[in-house]
Nanobody, 121 residues
Framework: EVQLQASGGGLVQAGGSLRLSCAAS????????IGWFRQAPGKEREGVSC????????YYADSVKGRFTISSDNAKNTVYLQMNSLKPEDTAVYYC??????????????WGKGTLVTVSS
């Protein structure tokens, strides 16, 4: 059974930092990619970042470049999203998802439940 467990969300002030974690199980971690997505009220879901363990590549949305860093701990089957210099516009439910590679044409195959990030001004 594929499981993706996102955690680490919370309430922070603008300019603060949070680290999100995505613990994965049920698939061969090193052969997959894991991405972070977010959805704010009234807005479409957007891709934030992705790391491909199979291709050794990363992706960042323009809105978070220079502020967010994605990384993996393969021994723990866990992907992290370090979020610095947070802005109110970053407020959203953050989801992690997995597939064979970043940019899967019809979206990621496996999804976990989201974790809420709220950034106050």
């Amino acid at each position: 059974e594929v499981q993706l467990q996102a955690s680490g969300g919370g309430l922070v002030q603008a300019g603060g930092s949070l680290r999100l974690s995505c613990a994965a199980s049920g698939f061969t971690f090193d052969d997959y990619a894991i991405g972070w997505f977010r959805q704010a009220p009234g807005k479409e879901r957007e891709g934030v970042s992705c790391i491909s363990m199979s291709e050794s590549s990363t992706y960042y949305a323009d809105s978070v470049k220079g502020r967010f860093t994605i990384s993996s701990d393969n021994a723990k089957n866990t992907v992290y999203l370090q979020m610095n210099s947070l802005k109110p516009e970053d407020t959203a439910v953050y989801y992690c998802a997995a597939d064979r590679y970043c940019g899967a044409p019809y979206g990621m195959k496996y999804w976990g439940k989201g974790t809420l990030v709220t950034v106050s001004s």
